[in-house]
């Protein structure tokens, strides 16, 4: 009987177990592949192409004019500077102080009384693309019948965002495919005819993925009636510096807003005008009425951070508080970020240039109209597919041009491109 049981329990257990790892095995059978972001399937067919003589213009990073990834001279003195002189322990979940500081004085301005009276609630964030995140987590949590009005087109990661934060969506006209511009009226119809105290996110300069942006009058008037309408502005501001090579121009619809007395909220990164893509390093701010909300709502966003990654990195902090904080090294920054700037601009100008050169019939004024990193070129997504296929040129099919990928080594390659897929339009 001793051993009838124990032949009985070892075919139990071996029977369990069989049935454990079946069921282990067939646990993940319904998960399909995701879809490739559409960005960065750029790259990987870019390069996959072993033709000497392609051109990747989808890639949202500055490139110098040799096609080279930069390290701004700034970055590096400030690295001499901290190396070693810092211990590897946690930062608060709100992150850098300093940091923050000097984020806020950049978006806000030096001597903004929000900041004196400490009516900003702010911390650190995994640059542009976590401090929307957390923030929509935060609508979430707090406005939980609120929706999200989105611009067309946006960005693509802001969908996914706000998605996964279970925010729900609503689009505004933003872009007009025929003038290649701002459709201002129909943009302000949606404001209009957004129920009071929706959500609006904007992009506060070189809007990506058009590099159309509103005009200073066009700022008050939304500024006016998101007022009247009693809307929240919540600005991603990935771009402050890199658009014109002013970050005081590059922030003045956030003034404009602040002018009006709106509770805005903010996401701003260093991965651009900094050059500091890997770092991951950002800010998150949002005005509130009086220091004691401020307090509140920061306590509010960091515990929102604290089961994301609990406590934000400290080199890139360190790098952008000691640039920014430091007179000298924020002169060279300023100095390094309008090269970049002007570069870009002075790009955006040869490809207009070299297309009217062509005889194209098509007007390409829109090129040098818009402004950033991006040009919206108008191009179908079949025309794009033959620059890919014939010229081995790589951008996203919606048409859009990362200009910072554009060189006086190829932009008549390019250019002469660009004319033979679009001159029979």
Known sequence: MAIRAAISGRSLKHISSSVGARSLSSLW??????????????????????????????V????????????????????????GSFNMEYL??????????????????????????????????????GACRIFADFQRRFCPDSQIYIPVPTWSNHHNIWRDAHVPQKTYHYYHPE???????????????APNGSFFLLHACAHNPTGVDPTEEQWREISH?????????????????????NPEKDAKAIRIFLEDGHPIGCAQSYA???????????????????EKQAVAVKSQLQQLARPMYSNPPVHGALVVSTILGDPNLKKLWLGEVKGMADRI???????????????????????????GMFCYSGMTPEQVDRLTKEYHIYMTRNGRISMAGVTTGNVGYLANAIHEVTKSA
């Not at 500081?101 to 702010?122: F, Q, V």
Request: aromatic fraction near 6%; hydrophobic fraction near 35%; charge should be neutral.
């Open 92 to 129: 608060p979940m709100g992150g850098s102080v300093n940091m923050i500081e000097e984020s806020l004085k950049l978006a806000y301005g030096e001597n903004s009384d929000l900041i004196k009276d400490k009516r900003i609630a702010a911390i650190q964030a995994l640059s542009g693309t």
């Open 345 to 371: 601009i002075g790009m955006r100008t040869a490809l207009r240039e070299n297309l009217e050169k062509k005889g194209s019939p098509l007007s390409w004024e829109h090129i040098t109209n818009q402004i």
């Open 272 to 290: 651009k005008n900094m050059g500091l893509y890997g770092q991951r390093v950002g800010c998150l701010s949002v005005v509130c009425e009086d």
């Open 225 to 245: 009636h998101f007022k009247v309408k009693g809307h929240f502005a919540f600005f991603d501001m990935a771009y402050q510096g890199f658009a014109s090579g």
């Open 29 to 58: 059978r319904n998960v399909e592949p995701a879809p490739k972001d559409p960005i960065l399937g750029v790259t990987e067919a870019f390069l996959a192409d072993p033709t000497p003589h392609k051109v990747n213009v989808g």
């Open 179 to 193: 003038t290649k511009g701002l459709d201002f009226t129909a943009l302000m119809d949606d404001i209009k005819n």
């Open 60 to 83: 949202g990073a500055y490139r110098d004019d040799n096609g080279k990834p930069v390290v701004l001279e700034c970055v590096r003195e400030a690295e001499r500077r901290i190396a």
